[in-house]
């Protein structure tokens, strides 16, 4: 799922469920599966943001934010045949109400940037700016980190800008940092 756009991600298997089987392990964490029968056909992951890997938490913390305060919301991945139809509404609401349950007062995510102009973009693409923001997310493009990770027909690693997005789950004011509304 993550091999399309934007991500352009080369996954390995192996390197999936070990990732996966990180947050079955980690306290805190939550999974959320959608299925077609006893099918997966999507997933959305959640962990405090303590617990989550360094770059993201190192882009708090440099912020001057406390990981503490925030539920780091990592894939949100649903088959295309599956969207539309109220799984990824769902996604979200299972992961803040679990976030809410570990008494963080917001909920972040980080997504890739890609240039609009990029060819790869396919023609009938749609961004997911108005779903996040429909669910009360507010970008924050100085908030932001670089993951390395191989594209399709890549041969190694490269760097890609991802930016947070985060929504208050309490009412507690979020960062004043740069957002765009």
Do not use: N
Request: proline fraction near 8%.
């Amino acid at each position: 799922m993550f091999r399309d756009w934007p991500y352009l991600y080369e996954g390995d298997e192996a390197y999936e469920a070990r990732y996966l089987r990180a947050y079955a392990d980690a306290p805190g964490a939550a999974v959320v599966v959608a299925l077609d029968g006893a099918e997966p056909v999507g997933i959305a992951t959640c962990e405090p943001m303590g617990e989550t890997h360094g770059t993201v938490r190192a882009a708090f913390l440099d912020a001057g934010l406390d990981p503490a305060r925030y539920t780091y919301f990592g894939e949100s991945v649903l088959l295309a045949p599956y969207r539309g139809q109220g799984a990824g509404v769902e996604f979200f609401r299972r992961r803040e109400e679990h976030a809410r349950s570990l008494g963080t007062d917001h909920a972040a995510f980080c997504a890739v940037l890609r240039d609009a102009a990029d060819p790869r973009r396919p023609a009938d693409y749609t961004p997911l700016d108005a779903f996040w923001r429909k669910r009360g997310y507010t970008p924050y493009p100085a908030l932001a980190c670089t993951m390395r990770w191989q594209e399709p027909g890549g041969t190694e690693e490269v760097p890609h800008r991802l930016s947070f997005w985060l929504k208050s789950l309490t009412g507690a004011p979020l960062p004043a940092l740069e957002t765009q509304a």
